[in-house]
């Protein structure tokens, strides 16, 4: 009987892309490493891991657990009582599964489960996207064996420096280029013309649509555009599609979208940093001035200061996000260099490193080819 819960990992994390895809790129590896294992992800019943995470194939359950909103008095009303209900359903769940180890990404889902699973002696082991950490990650670090952050800058917010290992942001091993007219024929995009990929995030970002809406007519006839507004957002933007204009609100085939790329507009979000780094990719940051300590920014200032990306602030980005990107697309030479330069800060090898180290936390001795 003992047995049967030897293989068992959990998994949490969501709200956003940048809290989902890393603990998914991790439970990816261990698949691939130990296919004997068994995988349920936890996470809340109405943000994006309700749906990607089924849509993957894993194994879910949703706790009510909500985050504590700063500028909404009335929500924080029923703030204690779910988070109340989202520990005695945490406790549950982890009774029942008993996960040899809980592996979650810092977001407030997180908290409760792994709390839960940590009573239950699972291993906890935490991933840190961003050089400032959430409070859920710094509450937890005590429970933690092991902290992986993406970022050195990290550090200094921690406690318990003997737990800290920078091991980068985890990238699914299935976020691969292919081949770029392959990838503008699935778009149902033309081949011979140069690509622009918007990317705001699974909650889009209001300045950069703001500022793509108002230069839409550079766009579609000579330079395509693949346009991610968010799902917020999506309702506000979808007349502007036309032929060279796509307009999404959730990108699935990622893959796809990337390969086309000429050049990527993006928030400086971790996850986005971890995936054009490993794909070779040149970008424009504009990274959003809504995140604790700066943080975008400062992550993306220091690529850009080794000739790797291009980084407009987001309070200037009416008057230099859209010259910036037809400059940069009428030199070649200056894309090239972008795109090489910005594999120097890739960490490819991430999600291994992270299950080797639950591999060894749990004693497992996996078979690797």
Same mark, same amino acid.
């Given at each position: 009987?003992?047995?049967?819960?030897?293989?068992?990992?959990?998994?949490?994390?969501?709200?956003?892309?940048?809290?989902?895809?890393?603990?998914?790129?991790?439970?990816?590896?261990?698949?691939?490493?130990?296919? $004997?294992?068994?995988?349920?992800?936890?996470?809340?019943?109405?943000?994006?891991?309700?749906?990607?995470?089924?849509?993957?194939?894993?194994?879910?359950?949703?706790?009510?657990?909500?985050?504590?909103?700063?500028?909404?008095?009335?929500?924080?009303?029923?703030?204690?009582?779910?988070?109340?209900?989202?520990?005695?359903?945490?406790?549950?769940? /982890?009774?029942?599964?008993?996960?040899? $180890?809980?592996?979650?990404?810092?977001?407030?889902?997180?908290?409760?489960?792994?709390?839960?699973?940590?009573?239950?002696?699972?291993?906890?082991?935490?991933?840190?996207?961003?050089?400032?950490?959430?409070?859920?990650?710094?509450?937890?670090?005590?429970?933690?064996?092991?902290?992986?952050?993406?970022?050195?800058?990290?550090?200094?917010?921690?406690?318990?420096?003997?737990?800290?290992?920078?091991?980068?942001?985890?990238?699914?091993?299935?976020?691969?280029?292919?081949?770029?007219?392959?990838?503008? /024929?699935?778009?149902?995009?033309?081949?011979?013309?140069?690509?622009?990929?918007?990317?705001?995030?699974?909650?889009?970002?209001?300045?950069?649509?703001?500022?793509?809406?108002?230069?839409? #007519?550079?766009?579609?006839?000579?330079?395509?555009?693949?346009?991610?507004?968010?799902?917020?957002?999506?309702?506000?933007?979808?007349?502007?599609?036309?032929?060279?204009?796509?307009?999404?609100?959730?990108?699935?085939?990622?893959?796809?979208?990337?390969?086309?790329?000429?050049?990527?507009?993006?928030?400086?979000? $971790?996850?986005?940093?971890?995936?054009?780094?490993?794909?070779?990719?040149?970008?424009?940051?504009?990274?959003?001035? !809504?995140?604790?300590?700066?943080?975008?920014?400062? !992550?993306?200032?220091?690529? /850009?200061?080794?000739?790797?990306?291009?980084?407009?602030?987001?309070?200037?980005?009416?008057?230099?996000?859209?010259?910036?990107?037809?400059?940069?697309?009428?030199?070649?030479?200056?894309?090239?260099?972008?795109?090489?330069?910005?594999?120097?800060?890739?960490?490819?090898?991430?999600? #291994?490193?992270?299950?080797?180290?639950?591999?060894?936390?749990?004693?497992?001795?996996?078979?690797?080819?």
């Amino acid at each position: 009987m003992a047995d049967q819960y030897k293989y068992r990992f959990l998994f949490s994390g969501g709200g956003t892309g940048g809290h989902l895809f890393p603990v998914v790129a991790v439970a990816e590896k261990l698949k691939e490493v130990l296919p $004997a294992c068994e995988i349920l992800f936890v996470g809340t019943p109405d943000k994006i891991e309700s749906r990607v995470i089924p849509e993957l194939g894993y194994n879910y359950r949703a706790i009510p657990v909500a985050g504590f909103a700063r500028n909404n008095g009335i929500k924080n009303i029923l703030f204690p009582f779910k988070l109340f209900f989202s520990l005695i359903k945490s406790l549950a769940i /982890a009774l029942k599964y008993k996960p040899l $180890a809980a592996i979650g990404a810092g977001a407030y889902v997180t908290g409760p489960i792994l709390w839960a699973s940590s009573i239950m002696g699972a291993k906890i082991v935490l991933l840190e996207q961003n050089s400032f950490p959430g409070v859920t990650n710094r509450m937890l670090e005590k429970k933690a064996s092991t902290v992986h952050l993406a970022f050195e800058d990290s550090k200094q917010y921690f406690r318990y420096p003997e737990k800290l290992k920078v091991t980068g942001n985890p990238v699914r091993s299935s976020l691969q280029l292919i081949d770029k007219n392959e990838a503008k /024929a699935k778009l149902g995009l033309d081949p011979d013309k140069q690509t622009v990929v918007v990317l705001g995030g699974s909650l889009g970002a209001k300045s950069i649509n703001e500022t793509i809406a108002g230069n839409i #007519e550079k766009f579609g006839k000579d330079i395509q555009l693949v346009w991610q507004t968010g799902k917020i957002y999506y309702e506000n933007y979808k007349n502007l599609e036309k032929p060279g204009v796509k307009v999404l609100d959730f990108i699935d085939d990622m893959a796809a979208v990337y390969s086309s790329a000429d050049l990527i507009v993006a928030r400086a979000g $971790a996850t986005t940093i971890a995936e054009v780094t490993n794909l070779g990719l040149p970008v424009v940051f504009v990274p959003s001035p !809504n995140v604790a300590a700066d943080h975008q920014y400062k !992550n993306a200032k220091s690529i /850009a200061d080794l000739n790797a990306a291009v980084v407009i602030k987001d309070i200037e980005i009416e008057k230099k996000m859209i010259p910036e990107v037809m400059a940069s697309l009428g030199d070649t030479g200056r894309l090239n260099d972008l795109g090489n330069n910005i594999k120097k800060f890739a960490k490819p090898d991430a999600a #291994e490193k992270i299950v080797d180290d639950l591999l060894r936390l749990t004693g497992i001795k996996a078979r690797r080819d």
